[in-house]
């Protein structure tokens, strides 16, 4: 069978480069970018159901209850703002492709990187510092959700680091974007599931 | 002969199917030999750092809860990168070249690879270890019930953790994965005429999640027994002594596993189609295995996330479950995962059946629509009947609902029966070992749903709860179906998998074997359970004793039954007859191509012009691109009776 089709020309796969010349940028046509699109929403879709069961938990054990001196800086509002800013810089970077600006795109990926590291201790403090029962009924969901957050975060850090160290060794391009908007999207995703906790820990 | 047989042994490629770039290395020792030290080395590493450093408790032990779950994770990183996670995704990741080497021996299948067949291979090899562990769990189980005492094991925690162990392996690294991560990952592409997999680095690293997994629940007993079963009901779970950790932990592994197959497979299934596979010719199995994707993409990530809260319940520790919230807020939770893995487990195997059934009697496959949106509404439906294993926990109010949807649910099963019913009828089946067992499937299937409809009703359902009379229902409807629709698998895909044929006579007798084994077994469990015999206990009233220790001479009969399925397979992968390219003149496109592992599938993309069940039809199924009206050829299908 395959045979019989060996003589036709198809659209194949370009034969991957050997290790000795090094890699190349990863040019994906429309179809392989819409399928890594698709991989990584879905990917963020199973990402985003531990919330899902977190923001029930929080509700099923503590109710709306929300502890009258709880810290609205650490663990709460500076690792919001601190993630979003570097949700901002990771998009500036990557848009920045579109211009051919790869060493601005890097620049901004360690910006992320910086703030976002911040981020991360501004939003692990409460394991150390807090003003609640740990073990009480808001203190277990809060914390473990702390937990759950700040990993997710270790996680964008890792994915935005390799994508500026791609980006610096020329790897991501405006040709080749995909490094940079996937490393974008993976850390407003975990900025956006924060956001979400916030609320819902102290506001609702 | 299958022409990857004939494959010059010693050879090393120099392109692998699905483009890993690759070095030639004779002297090379597998990956997996250098997994296994990084991870013992960062095991001790982490394990003494935080047990005699950062977290020392009274007594100075050498292993405690906090340690050695940081010393697992670690472990698993040293493993995940020694097998090949090093070279191939975090230096990638990183920007240096993807150097790999891929010797085209026994040794790439002790590595990472980007071969959808390979890692579709290692997967079917893990899972049926798992499968062989689990079942020594059982028979050491069955050993315990010949007689009414506590005899076998040293107490009662050691009986319930080889229950445990056994039905946790069974569940998460053999009924979720051996027709998913297993058969899905190397089938799936083929039949889409497709080169690979749509992220064949997510499915390399995937496969070597499982082992972990299965060692790790395995060997849990050496950190003490616990006494959960499968569900780890919390707070129970955190009265255990250390165990249960383990049982977390490999969970954890397992699941991560599944999930990340089910995210690769639908990706495929979406993207990686040829041309002309339109969403109305997509084959059985791939409706089969995107059904079951979507159910593991939903459910596994919440049972993660439970099962996290539990662990913190047992290394913080936290009061999760019993001070704060109710043992019912954990139940209500597993279960919300735990029914769907039912489905989960057995919806590949309807897909099997009617894979394999139009094949084997040439006969075209009987509503074929109604047998697409039967596996659908299973899945759609499998979430909304949950708590009907918490009836007893339940007002008549909560529960009737339930009940209902319960009973609901085997109308879009019924769809599953009657297209493959229909499929049968009038048909001339090949009285081959893959039909027999597809048979005993449906039948097994059937006891087991007739007895879930029973158990539906909340009158019968609270008389039965945590009888044997459940085990033997749970067991039909699941181990009965999907168990024995993967040995019907296994036999009928074999001559794809290595192009050799099993032996039809020692196939059949065997299967007939297992089947009496397996009715005797678990057909006794409904009378034991009708005559008072209770779950989770070792030591039971002496009345039942005649019956449990015949039922465990007919379980010992099973487990030989499936060591001789297993030596049978492995002795024919080697020296059966070859098979030919498609020897049950199949026409789905897996039978269209010869590849074996390392081996591109599809020189020239095929182009699918119609349906694979239309074996009234005869013309080809496939022509070639840019050759105008020049066709391939379809299969060489016999006709046989129209049923569409």
């Not at chain 1, 979003?84 to 500036?92: K, L, V």
């Not at chain 2, 932990?249 to 397992?254: D, S, Y």
Request: proline share 6%; hydrophobic share 55%.
């Amino acid at each position: 069978m395959t045979r019989s089709l060996a003589q036709v020309k198809v659209r194949q796969k370009p034969v991957p480069s050997s290790p000795a010349a090094g890699p190349s940028p990863a040019v994906l046509d429309r179809r392989d970018y819409a399928q890594h699109q698709f991989g990584l929403m879905l990917f963020m879709v199973t990402q985003g159901i531990p919330y899902f069961v977190l923001i029930n938990m929080r509700f099923m054990v503590a109710g709306a209850y929300v502890p009258p001196h709880l810290d609205v800086w650490f663990g709460a509002l500076l690792p919001t703002i601190l993630l979003w800013i570097g949700a901002a810089f990771a998009w500036r970077g990557a848009l920045a492709l579109r211009n051919d600006r790869t060493r601005q795109c890097a620049r901004d990926l360690a910006r992320t990187e910086v703030v976002g590291a911040v981020g991360l201790v501004a939003l692990m403090a409460p394991f150390w510092r807090h003003s609640f029962d740990p073990i009480g009924r808001f203190g277990t969901v809060y914390l473990s959700s702390l937990g759950v957050a700040s990993f997710y975060t270790l996680v964008a850090l890792a994915v935005v680091l390799g994508a500026a160290f791609r980006t610096r060794r020329g790897l991501v391009t405006r040709l080749a974007p995909w490094g940079a908007r996937s490393a974008a999207a993976v850390w407003t995703f975990n900025a956006a599931s924060w956001l979400v906790l916030y609320i819902v820990f102290y506001s609702i | 002969m299958s022409s990857h047989v004939g494959n010059a042994k010693r050879q090393f490629v120099t392109s692998g199917g699905s483009g890993e770039a690759v070095l030639p290395d004779r002297r090379m020792t597998p990956p997996v030999v250098r997994g296994i030290l990084w991870a013992a080395i960062a095991f001790i590493l982490v394990n003494t750092l935080v047990s005699q450093v950062l977290d020392r408790q009274a007594y100075d032990p050498f292993i405690t809860k906090v340690s050695v779950t940081f010393a697992w994770t670690a472990a698993l990183c040293g493993w995940l990168l020694g097998v090949g996670g090093w070279e191939m995704l975090v230096k990638p990741h990183f920007g240096y070249p993807l150097v790999w080497r891929t010797p085209a021996d026994w040794r790439r299948y002790f590595m990472l690879s980007l071969d959808h067949k390979v890692v579709g291979i290692q997967y079917l090899a893990t899972s049926a270890a798992g499968l062989f562990i689990a079942g020594f769990a059982a028979m050491m189980m069955r050993a315990e019930l010949m007689q009414a005492r506590l005899w076998f094991f040293p107490n009662m925690s050691a009986y319930l953790s080889a229950v445990g162990i056994h039905g946790t392996i069974m569940m998460f690294a053999f009924g979720t994965v051996v027709l998913v991560g297993g058969f899905g990952n190397y089938l799936i592409p083929l039949m889409l005429g497709a080169n690979g997999s749509a992220f064949p680095r997510v499915s390399a690293i995937s496969v070597w999640l499982l082992p972990v997994g299965i060692a790790t629940v395995a060997l849990s007993p050496l950190l003490g027994m616990w006494t959960t079963g499968w569900r780890a009901y919390a707070p129970l779970s955190g009265q255990d002594p250390s165990g249960i950790v383990f049982y977390y932990l490999g969970v954890f592994a397992m699941t991560v596993s599944s999930l990340l197959v089910a995210v690769n497979l639908t990706a495929t299934i979406i993207f990686k189609r040829a041309a002309g596979l339109t969403w109305n010719r997509i084959p059985m199995y791939a409706w089969g295995i995107l059904a079951v994707s979507l159910l593991n993409i939903i459910w596994l990530p919440e049972i993660q996330m439970t099962f996290i809260l539990s662990l913190l319940n047992n290394i913080v520790p936290f009061p999760l479950f019993s001070q704060v919230g109710t043992p019912l807020t954990y139940m209500e939770i597993f279960w919300l995962f735990g029914h769907p893995e039912v489905y989960i487990i057995v919806v590949p195997a309807f897909a099997i059946w009617q894979e394999i059934l139009p094949v084997m009697g040439q006969k075209t496959l009987f509503a074929r629509q109604w047998g697409v949106l039967g596996l659908v509404f299973v899945m759609l439906f499998s979430g909304l009947v949950w708590a009907h294993h918490m009836f007893t926990n339940m007002r008549n109010s909560q529960m009737l609902p339930f009940s209902f949807f319960t009973e609901m649910i085997s109308i879009p099963t019924g769809f599953a029966y009657l297209v493959a019913l229909g499929t049968m009828w009038k048909a001339r089946m090949r009285p081959k070992a893959p039909t027999v067992l597809v048979l005993m499937s449906m039948f097994n299937f059937l006891i087991g749903g007739v007895t879930g409809v029973l158990l539906a009703d909340p009158v019968i359902n609270l008389q039965a709860h945590d009888t044997f009379f459940i085990v033997g229902h749970f067991h039909y409807t699941i181990i009965g179906a999907m168990l024995f629709s993967a040995l019907a698998a296994v036999y009928y895909w074999m001559p794809r998998l290595c192009g050799r044929m099993y032996s039809e006579t020692w196939a059949n007798l065997l299967s007939v074997w297992v089947f009496i084994a397996f009715n005797a077994v678990f057909g006794q469990f409904f009378l034991l359970g009708l005559r008072g015999m209770n779950r989770w206990v070792p030591v039971y009233p002496a009345y039942l004793q005649n019956m449990n220790f015949e039922v465990s001479i007919f379980a010992f009969l099973l487990g030989i039954g499936f060591l001789l399925h297993l030596i049978h397979v492995v002795w024919m992968w080697n020296h059966g007859e070859p098979a030919g390219t498609n020897p049950w003149q199949g026409k789905t496109l897996e039978w269209h191509s010869a590849s074996g592992p390392g081996q591109t599938n599809f020189a020239v993309a095929p182009i699918v012009l119609r349906g694979f069940y239309n074996y009234a039809d005869r013309r080809p199924v496939l022509a070639s691109r840019g050759a105008g009206e020049r066709e391939a050829t379809g299969g060489g299908a016999t006709p046989g009776p129209t049923a569409e």
